[in-house]
């Protein structure tokens, strides 16, 4: 049966005992109403290609309880694992149930002015800055249903600042646990480096019960100061009853640089979104997503650069598995503005099919409304090529480890990419456990 | 161990429905170099890749045994775990697979569940053959093939045999696009690999490599079968006359060859 997307369980009321409670500022409580007023009227994004009517984006739990961690030491293994061995763990949040629950920065950043905290206390702490960049250059609250519930109903954050001229070399990692069977994660992440500064920024996304009805709103916001560098590492890994909408924005500022390296690792329903726009002169960004879908899966992967500023560039690498009856669409779009002359983007998308049975579907589209412009487009889908096969085959490997390894090896673009270890691990596991 | 033998009786290959190779027979024990040559397009690589197993080509007919056992019924990696190796003259590219990942777990296929090589035992192992074949070290962590020279690819091929020591292997065109300096590296890994445990069949056009690696038989292929075996006199003969002497010598009248090259 088609489920109706049914009316949202909370009021005006509601959401204002739910913000006092947490103690939040009052422009941040009248946003949260304007967005519910909104998020009854809006209409659902509308993907290409892929039907989410019936998708359960609205039954969840809201509230949840979360607990603290002491030591890290205390953490199942699955999420210790995760966790940076040496310098990393020096730098570290965890969020639980969509409150804070673990946190280290090191006495250096601190005094370099580096802010890394849940959204809860960076509102408390730091409201007027998060003012300035919460739903303003990158994302829009009012783009559709589910970014306004997202900003009514945001119960679970990160922002990350980096001052100006700061250059931070270790990475600092977030993890997003979520271990409640009806789990709503309503989660806002802002991640800003401001001029001159650079950094790298890992988050995972966990769920580990398995029957239940969840879901996952989320957005990210990552601004790109001038001349500023980040490097933004994500796996995404929630089980196959939670419904995800991940809608990861971005501001790049002149001569500004981010690289995007996603594993989107889901096992249920999924609606992503990943946005770049190059707004400054010179502004780069190199973004790599890989994924699989599996089971009865269906997903759907909308990858956008939009050029404005002059001399940008552009490459995007999207590698997609599909398995079983999964079925996957992709859309990858490059958008060449007015007057970002001498800009190139480049995009590239390659869907590996395992079975028979899955559906893989490609959409590369260029725009571009400016003469002076390198821009290109590949696509592809596609099965193992059986010479590769032989080749793997005649060395004396089976069948299905090789193709093992050649999955491997077409996911590993963003593996290799990722700067933890632990991380680096555990998506190579992830991988491994869809693939076996 | 005992002495391996391959043994290929009245052979035919098909590619596309068009018979390539046509009654091929030949026997290749442990101790043996043996080196089939032949002008293009005779089906030499033909037949390295039927005995491999590659998907495209089709057997229609004629027997191989590899150590008593049916060849042609086994999948392509149990002849490698059997002992095969094919040097193969247009190696794959596998983007994102590591030289050094894919040769673990080649090495390990064949040790099987449980028998897996020790890490550092593999590392130590991978260092002395990249060494005695002077391939840099970074080669060990790039993507196989990926991005390789000509040279480079043949290389690696021989860096394969040598990590998996295989009974019998088959050399396909290794000498190809190497210069001189390789070609003696390339010689001297196969070399290193002779013993009573190990045969060899070098497919080649130049007797130069032949002077490096020295054959016991020299057979030539003409028209999808051998029409002469010899010992190495018989590579410098064709050196130096080419194969047009032979053919006169043999009454073969090269239309077949014309007409695919037509
Ligand atoms: N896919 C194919 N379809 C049709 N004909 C093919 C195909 N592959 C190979 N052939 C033909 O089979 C014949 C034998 O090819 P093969 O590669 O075995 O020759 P070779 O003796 O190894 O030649 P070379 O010395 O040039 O390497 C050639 O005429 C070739 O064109
Ligand atoms: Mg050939």
Redesign the interface.
């Given at each position: 049966m088609a489920t109706e997307t049914k009316g949202l369980h909370y009021d005006a009321s509601y959401i204002e005992k739910f913000s006092s409670s947490r103690g939040e500022p009052a422009w941040f409580t009248e946003m949260r109403k304007q967005a519910l007023a909104l998020a009854e009227e809006l209409p659902l994004p509308q993907p290409e290609k892929t039907r989410i009517i019936g998708w359960n984006f609205t039954e969840f739990e809201h509230e949840l309880e979360s607990k603290a961690v002491d030591s890290l030491n205390d953490l199942p293994e699955y999420i210790h694992r995760l966790i940076g061995k040496e310098e990393q763990a020096g730098n570290l949040l965890l969020i639980h149930n969509g409150r804070l629950a673990y946190q280290s920065l090191s006495d250096d950043l601190k005094s370099k002015g580096v802010i890394f905290t849940d959204l809860e206390t960076a509102l408390r702490e730091h409201g007027d800055l998060v003012k300035k960049y919460y739903f303003a250059k990158a994302a829009k609250l009012d783009a559709n249903k589910l970014t306004a519930l997202n900003a009514a109903l945001v119960n679970s954050g990160l922002f990350l600042y980096v001052p100006k001229n700061v250059e931070i070399e270790v990475p600092l990692q977030t993890v997003f646990w979520q271990d409640h069977p009806d789990a709503g994660l309503i989660n806002h992440v802002i991640v800003v480096a401001d001029d001159n500064s650079s950094i790298t920024y890992v988050e995972n996304y966990l769920s580990t019960e398995h029957e239940g009805s969840q879901v996952a709103n989320i957005i990210t916001e990552v601004y790109v100061g001038d001349n500023a560098t980040v490097r933004f590492g994500g796996v995404d890994q929630f089980t196959k009853d939670v419904t995800t909408y991940i809608n990861r924005r971005s501001y790049v500022g002149a001569n500004g640089r981010l690289e995007w390296a996603l594993g989107q690792m889901n096992d249920g329903n999924t609606l992503s979104e990943t946005f770049t726009s190059l707004v400054g002169d010179g502004g780069v960004t190199d973004m790599k997503a890989v994924s699989i879908g599996h089971g009865e899966q269906r997903q759907n992967f909308e990858n956008r650069i939009h050029h404005f500023g002059r001399n940008t560039e552009s490459d995007m690498l999207i590698h997609g598995v599909q398995l079983d009856k999964a079925q996957s669409i992709f859309n990858a779009i490059t958008k060449i503005e007015h007057g970002a002359s001498k800009s190139d983007g480049e995009q590239t998308q390659r869907v590996l099919m395992l079975s028979e049975g899955a559906r893989g579907d490609a959409n590369p589209i260029l725009l571009i409304d400016e003469n002076d412009v390198i821009a290109g487009h590949a696509a592809s889908v596609g099965r193992i090529?059986?010479?590769?096969l032989?080749?793997?085959?005649?060395?004396?490997?089976?069948?299905k480890?090789?193709e093992r390894?050649?999955v491997?090896?077409?996911?590993?673009?963003v593996v290799?990419q990722l700067p933890i270890e632990g991380v680096k691990d555990q998506l190579t596991e992830v991988i491994e456990g869809k693939v076996k | 161990m005992a002495q391996p033998t391959l043994k290929i009786e009245d052979l035919h290959v098909s590619i596309e429905g068009k018979e390539i190779v046509k009654g091929f027979s030949l026997e290749i024990k442990g101790g043996e170099i043996h080196a089939v040559m032949g002008p293009n397009g005779t089906g030499k690589s033909t037949l390295a890749s039927a005995l491999m197993g590659h998907p495209k080509y089709e057997i229609t007919g004629g027997k191989v045994t590899f150590d008593g056992q049916d060849l042609l019924e086994m999948e392509v990696d149990e002849r490698a775990r059997a002992g095969l190796f094919l040097a193969m003259q247009y190696p794959s590219e596998i983007s994102g697979v590591t030289n050094a990942d894919f040769l673990r777990t080649a090495i390990n296929a064949r040790r099987g569940e449980g028998n897996e090589i020790p890490v550092m035992q593999f590392i130590k192992k991978l260092d002395e053959k990249m060494k005695l074949l002077d391939i840099d070290e970074e080669f060990a962590n790039r993507y196989l093939n990926e991005g390789f020279s000509g040279g480079e690819k043949k290389r690696n091929e021989i860096l394969q045999l040598m990590m998996l020591e295989p009974k019998i292997a088959i050399l396909d065109e290794i000498d190809s696009g190497l210069d001189i300096d390789a070609l003696k590296i390339v010689a001297k890994g196969v070399n290193a690999m002779r013993s009573p445990e190990f045969g060899c069949l070098i497919i080649t056009h130049y007797q130069r490599l032949l002077n490096y690696i020295k054959p016991d038989k020299v057979h030539v292929m003409m028209q999808g079968r051998i029409v002469k075996s010899g010992g190495p006199e018989l590579a410098e003969r064709l050196e130096a006359e080419g194969y047009d002497g032979l053919k006169k010598e043999l009454g073969i009248e090269d239309d077949e060859v014309v007409e695919q090259e037509a």
């Open positions: 090529d059986p010479i590769h032989y080749y793997l085959m005649s060395r004396g490997i089976s069948r480890d090789a390894l050649i491997h090896g077409f996911l590993n673009p290799s | -």
